[in-house]
């Protein structure tokens, strides 16, 4: 429980990082302008499109649903 | 405003089959794989892995140059973080119940066909924003 609570920290400290790179943007990153930077090299969009097909495979196909 | 609505549904219609395929099944191997292909497809024919293309050249530094790389450090932390207790979980077995791995945490949320619909929905409209991008940038181009 505690893990999974970190795991949705995660994503409230993602959303706060988001948020300052809105409100002070020569400090902080979006995360569509740290992906951009990703995107400089060739390398890195092939990354990009290789982790967008796993989310895509590891979602939806291989998905089980949890017994309570 | 037409296209968009008509792709939305398109997306949405697909989401919703996808959604409903039985995990592990040939048919969910080929609904997943299908937009796959697509996506690279067109990406590939569009220019984004060639490193000559001049839209993607010109376009990719012009975003990113004011960026400086200390502005993506707490996105680089955070990953970090991400990937340290992805690790510990994989570590315990990977159902560990006390230290579940993200894929674990985010089943929760494929337990019901619509929640798997809107995530579905949410990975296809990622993959095409990149698709729009050079399309835009190929138009803008063109004299």
């Known amino acids: 429980m505690l893990v999974t609570g970190m795991w949705f920290a995660f994503l409230v400290a993602g959303a706060l990082i988001e948020a300052l790179g809105w409100l002070r943007p020569n400090r902080v990153s979006t995360l569509h302008r740290a992906v951009a930077k990703i995107e400089d090299r060739i390398a890195g969009r092939a990354v990009l499109i290789l982790l967008w097909v796993f989310i895509g495979f590891h979602l939806f196909v291989r998905y089980t649903v949890p017994h309570s | ?143």
């Open chain 2, 1 to 143: 405003m037409k296209g968009v609505i008509v792709a939305v549904g398109i997306m949405t219609g697909y989401a919703w089959v996808t959604a409903g395929a039985a995990p592990f099944s040939t048919l969910s191997y080929l609904l997943v794989a299908a937009p796959c292909l697509v996506f690279v497809v067109v990406y590939v024919r569009l220019g984004g892995l060639s490193v000559t293309h001049v839209e993607v050249s010109e376009y990719v530094p012009r975003k990113v140059r004011e960026v400086p790389l200390s502005s993506i450090a707490p996105w680089i932390a955070l990953l970090a973080a991400v990937v340290a207790l992805e690790a510990v979980g994989l570590l315990l077995g990977g159902r560990s119940t006390s230290v579940p791995t993200l894929s674990t945490t985010v089943d929760h949320l494929l337990a019901v066909r619509w929640e798997r619909c809107l995530l579905c929905l949410a990975w296809l409209t990622v993959g095409g924003f990149p698709l729009l991008g050079l399309r835009r940038l190929i138009r803008v181009r063109e004299p």
